[in-house]
């Protein structure tokens, strides 16, 4: 298995595309850039600095005087909703990938056994975790907890880590969970609990998981893409 590409079916693409369009603070630049792609050349939308604010002219009309303010968020909306109804060729669908994942991207219609899709290449060849602990420390995480983590812990018989999930129960059956808690009360630690700083050995400012090994999925795939590391803060980049 390439662990640097993933393939993406056009229906999971398109859920890809709403997690990224949801998880980031405004995208415009981006969503003006895929707004002729998506929308069409008959739709025309800009953006107005002096207001911080975005307009979009009605389908057909690009006469400015017929232009209405839009916010980021009703942008993203149109956009999805019209990706969702209307999927566009593979090849166009593509290039919207490529630019909204910063990434790329390969269409795939033939052959594999896998169908029509596109092959995402992730860009985490050239990753390198610096043991910073920004991740463990500043992002939230707190519901991202699998069943597959819950139900490992609980074959390997760790109750040190399941006494810091919490469950969350509907008509008896666990629907989510919640990590990491204090002990015995439904209260959040201030921060993760398995971090701690590494020894002397170690250069400064340097840290380890002391679960490693057993550590959560969204702990262990972080951060899955360069661009969601650069998004988030992530220097495994650098350098």
Known sequence: MDEERIFLSIEEAIS????????????????????PLILGPNTAAVEDARYNGLWISAPGRR????MRKISSQELARILLDTLTARPPPIEVMAEICRRTFAAQVEPESNGTGRGTGLWVDTGMARFKCRQCGRCCRELDYRHELSAADYQLW????????????ATITRSGRIIS?????EPG????????????PADSRAPPGTW????????????????????????????????
């Open 16 to 35: 890809a595309i709403r997690n990224d369009f949801c998880q980031y603070p405004s995208q415009n630049r981006l969503f003006l850039e895929l707004c």
């Open 63 to 66: 006469h400015f005087s017929r």
């Open 154 to 165: 609980q074959e390997l018989g760790r109750t040190d880590i399941l006494e810091r999930v």
């Open 185 to 196: 009360t439904r209260r959040f630690a201030p921060v993760c609990p398995w971090l701690a």
């Open 208 to 239: 380890i998981c002391r679960i490693h090994d057993v550590k959560p999925e969204i702990c262990r795939q972080y951060p899955g893409s360069r661009k969601h590391a650069a998004m988030t803060g992530c220097t495994g980049f650098a350098g």
């Open 177 to 181: 969970y919640a990590i990491w808690v």
